[in-house]
């Protein structure tokens, strides 16, 4: 896949259309908070529509991998 797209891409959307139904992408025309997913399911029982498991479970990420938030962590890290 290209770093840089100029034009129309099938494989790009394609791509975008899968993640997004991944993690049952609610879309909305808001600003801030339109749309999301969370990161990880830590501390939410039965949480399924997290970018953390979505990984897993459909893109073949290892089981142990963790969901982490930038927030938590400075630029240096």
């Known amino acids: 896949m ?9 494989a790009v959307a394609t791509l975008m259309y899968h ?6 992408m609610d ?5 801030t908070g ?12 039965n949480c399924y529509a997290s970018a953390e498991d979505a ?3 459909y893109f ?8 982490v938030y930038k927030d938590d962590y400075t630029n240096t890290n």
Do not use: F
């Not at 073949?60 to 969901?67: A, C, N, R, V």
């Open 55 to 57: 990984l897993k479970t």
């Open 27 to 31: 879309y909305g025309p808001s600003k």
């Open 60 to 67: 073949g990420y290892k089981s142990t991998l963790q969901g």
């Open 2 to 10: 290209p770093n840089t797209v100029s034009s129309s891409n099938n």
């Open 19 to 24: 993640c997004g139904v991944s993690v049952d």
């Open 34 to 45: 339109g749309s999301g997913a969370m990161v990880t399911c830590s501390g939410y029982p």
